[in-house]
């Protein structure tokens, strides 16, 4: 029913930047949210950085500062811009979206993930 694609992951050294973008597509009736969680071999995944249909964001402690979540409501995107890499940022990062698929039924989506490698 719903799609989302990611993009922009790679190998990147400690102190540089990369940009993450996700695209949701497929029976969207209206986003609740969308964001970025990552996950660490042997760490559970964790939540990197969210935005509501508001507008309100949400960073994880560990990001402020460093990361910037935008959107853009027309291409049902997000973008993570994350700056001052650090190994331990070093994660698969999957997109999330909680999305209304008709006016009563939402679910929670996840894109495939994308490998983000920073070597120090």
């Known amino acids: 029913q719903v799609q989302l694609a990611e993009s922009g992951g790679g190998l990147v050294q400690a102190g540089g930047s990369l940009r993450l973008s996700c695209v949701a597509s497929?029976?969207?009736?209206?986003?609740?949210?969308m964001g970025w969680y990552r996950q660490a071999p042997g760490k559970e995944r964790e939540l990197v950085a969210s935005i509501n249909s508001g507008g309100g964001r949400n960073y994880a402690d560990s990001v402020k500062g460093r990361c910037t979540l935008s959107r853009d409501n027309a291409k049902n995107s997000v973008y993570l811009e994350m700056n001052s890499l650090k190994a331990e940022d070093t994660a698969t990062y999957y997109c999330n979206g909680r999305i209304y698929v008709d006016p009563r039924n939402w679910g929670d989506y996840w894109g495939v993930g994308t490998q983000v490698v920073v070597s120090s």
């Open positions: 497929g029976s969207i009736f209206r986003i609740i949210s």
